[in-house]
T-cell receptor
Framework: NAGVTQTPKFQVLKTGQSMTLQCAQD?????MYWYRQDPGMGLRLIYY???????DKGEVPNGYNVSRLNKREFSLRLESAAPSQTSVYFC?????????????FGPGTRLTVT | KQEVTQIPAALSVPEGENLVLNCSFT??????LQWFRQDPGKGLTSLLL?????REQTSGRLNASLDKSSGRSTLYIAASQPGDSATYLC???????????FGTGTSLTVIP
């Protein structure tokens, strides 16, 4: 099992450019999440998808859109990148098993917006 | 809203010392609490998960405890090694909603 995979690993954008961050999981999990991690701020939830076909806003959704393409894939789109979106982005998945929800993370995408 | 706090933010100890990392949360209606390790420039690796009905979980030199009523969890690391140097984060999953709530982490440095 590859677990949770993310592409690309690194990306540099100019202000105003758009891009899509890809995430896929092969664990048959229903729930998927997008976080951003900034120094001193911890992990902040951008969007999540509790199941295929549903998406919900998290703590910091402005400037982002998501698509739950199927059960495996959950993408994050920046329509018009801003320097404030410079961050490390993590995708995660989760499932209810044996009385608990365990979360699994991808390796992250390091995004710089100039 | 669930608030998760980890104190201290940074900790430096000599090799071989036993140490305790703390995690506190405000809403005790949780399904579980999960401890993660994050190395610089890397993703989060799950260390231990404690269900709300459990008091502790152990994996090798790591022992995590949970006191749901007081809103606290501790991660005990025995006989620390330089390879334990990393940031440790805790996260809770409430019984309502679909979100996980993370602390800001404790950065641990083990000095050889």
């Amino acid at each position: 099992n590859a677990g949770v995979t993310q592409t690309p690993k690194f990306q540099v954008l100019k202000t105003g450019q758009s891009m899509t961050l890809q995430c896929a999981q092969d664990m048959n999990h229903n729930s998927m999440y997008w976080y951003r991690q900034d120094p001193g701020m911890g992990l902040r939830l951008i969007y999540y998808s509790a199941s295929e076909g549903t998406t919900d806003k998290g703590e910091v959704p402005n400037g982002y859109n998501v698509s739950r393409l199927n059960k495996r894939e959950f993408s994050l789109r920046l329509e018009s990148a801003a320097p404030s979106q410079t961050s490390v982005y993590f995708c995660a998945s989760s499932e209810y098993l044996g009385g608990s929800y365990e979360q699994y993370f991808g390796p992250g995408t390091r995004l710089t917006v100039t | 809203k669930q608030e998760v706090t980890q104190i201290p933010a940074a900790l430096s100890v000599p090799e071989g010392e036993n140490l305790v990392l703390n995690c506190s949360f405000t809403d005790s209606a949780i399904y579980n609490l999960q401890w993660f390790r994050q190395d610089p420039g890397k993703g989060l690796t799950s260390l231990l998960l404690i269900q709300s009905s459990q008091r502790e979980q152990t994996s090798g030199r790591l022992n995590a405890s949970l006191d749901k009523s007081s809103g606290r969890s501790t991660l005990y690391i025995a006989a620390s090694q330089p390879g334990d140097s990393a940031t440790y984060l805790c996260a809770v999953r409430l019984t309502t909603g679909n979100q996980f709530y993370f602390g800001t982490g404790t950065s641990l440095t083990v000095i050889p």
